[in-house]
């Protein structure tokens, strides 16, 4: 699945269809450039959720947790990471886990530690707004692909 967002609203309204066909939980990874969107894709899916607070990408600490009632959102930005070991340091299994929503940006620095996805998104830097591209990679990630319904205003993605 391909999807155009032209502008900033289009990224968080698509984040926030995302977020509901997720329905608060899986593994979501999103690869792209620097300031290609991913942080803004996370906000918009945080607000399917009612979050309404500032979302910034927790380049330092690694992970950003999110308790939304009886929903746990974790926010992984694994750009500094040095070593993929460094995230059961963190106790990043545990926050893996299937009953929570795990957002993880720069999954490839993870790479060999990180179970796989059930969603990828790669982000993608366009002349006008972005380019996302959607893969499932588990029977999950194929459902909430079924279930993702396209914000007014993007009918004419291509999805």
Do not use: C
Not at 127 to 138: I, K, M, P
Request: glycine share 12%.
């Amino acid at each position: 699945m391909y999807v155009i967002l032209p502008d900033e609203d289009a990224q968080i309204a698509f984040g926030a269809a995302l977020g509901s066909a997720l329905a608060g939980r899986g593994r979501v990874h999103l690869e792209g450039e620097l300031g290609a969107g991913k942080t803004t894709l996370t906000r918009g899916i945080l607000r399917a959720y009612g979050y309404q607070g500032a979302v910034k990408s927790p380049t330092y600490t690694l992970v950003e947790p999110y308790r939304l009632g009886e929903l746990e959102v974790n926010h992984f930005d694994l750009y500094r990471l040095g070593d993929p070991e460094e995230l059961e340091f963190i106790g990043a299994r545990d926050l893996l886990d299937a009953d929570t929503l795990s957002l993880v940006e720069w999954p490839s620095r993870g790479a060999g530690w990180l179970p796989e996805p059930d969603l990828a998104l790669e982000l993608e830097v366009l002349d006008v707004g972005r380019g996302v591209t959607l893969n499932a990679h588990s029977a999950y990630g194929e459902a909430v692909m079924a279930r993702l319904e396209t914000p007014a205003g993007l009918a004419d993605s291509h999805l």
